[in-house]
């Protein structure tokens, strides 16, 4: 039971290059989360998906896209990388959508030049 | 929209003294949930409250809810080494299906 599930660990993109951060879980969770952290701002919401095929807006979700295609995966794209994205990035998974516990991956390191 | 701030920021104490953090909300919240993140690590989850005025324990940790269930609070009794990290709490909004705001966290170090 791997959990949640995050790749790359690290990576250093330049200014203007895409990406795409995975996230997956073996938990049969319908709930699953993006986040960022950056020093000081504590855990902010991208975006969330309640089930395949649904996703919706965090706090701060311009310049990324989700797609959930099934229950398992929840990518999160970078579609032009700017300096402001470098972060910290955790993908989140749990039952619910604001009860239960979440279950974090062990986070995505992201360096844009 | 929703805010959740914490206080402190950051919390230095001796090995073997007590610590408390404490968590605000601007609204009124369905439940509150508390992680740790230790230093390079992920958040992990430690526990939620959903009542009014609930109070639980975990061995040196005691965690609060709030009566107006708008606050709650974490203290941990002499502190260890092992306690180190980054504390947050967590909460919806209390009108249903509104997303998980985190606060800003408190980071605690120890002092051996």
């Known amino acids: 039971n791997a959990g949640v599930t995050q790749t790359p660990k690290f990576q250093v993109l330049k200014t203007g290059q895409s990406m795409t951060l995975q996230c997956a879980q073996d938990m049969n969770h319908e709930y699953m989360s993006w986040y960022r952290q950056d020093p000081g701002m504590g855990l902010r919401?991208?975006?969330?998906?309640?089930?395949?095929?649904?996703?919706?807006?965090?706090?701060?979700?311009?310049?990324?896209?989700?797609?959930?295609s099934t229950t398992e995966d929840f990518p999160l794209r970078l579609l032009s990388?700017?300096?402001?994205?470098?972060?910290?990035?955790?993908?989140?998974?749990?039952y619910g959508q604001t009860t239960g516990e979440l279950f974090f991956g062990e986070g995505s390191r992201l360096t844009v030049l | 929209g929703q805010q959740v701030m914490q206080i402190p920021q950051y919390q230095h104490v001796q090995e073997g003294e007590d610590f408390t953090t404490y968590c605000n909300s601007s609204t009124t919240l369905s439940?509150?949930?508390?992680?740790?993140?230790?230093?390079?690590?992920?958040?992990?989850?430690l526990i939620q409250l959903v009542k009014?005025?609930?109070?639980?324990?975990?061995?040196?940790?005691?965690?609060q809810f709030g009566e107006a269930k708008k606050n709650s609070s974490l203290h941990i009794t002499a502190t260890q080494t092992t306690d180190v990290g980054t504390y947050f709490c967590a909460g919806p909004a209390n009108f249903g299906n509104e997303k998980l705001t985190f606060g800003t966290g408190t980071r605690l170090t120890i002092i051996p």
């Open chain 2, 52 to 63: 009014s005025g609930e109070v639980k324990k975990q061995k040196r940790l005691t965690f």
């Open chain 2, 31 to 45: 439940n509150i949930q508390w992680y740790k993140q230790r230093p390079g690590g992920h958040p992990v989850f």
């Open chain 1, 45 to 68: 919401l991208i975006h969330y998906s309640v089930g395949a095929g649904i996703t919706d807006q965090g706090e701060v979700p311009n310049g990324y896209n989700v797609s959930r």
């Open chain 1, 81 to 94: 990388a700017a300096p402001s994205q470098t972060s910290v990035y955790f993908c989140a998974s749990s």
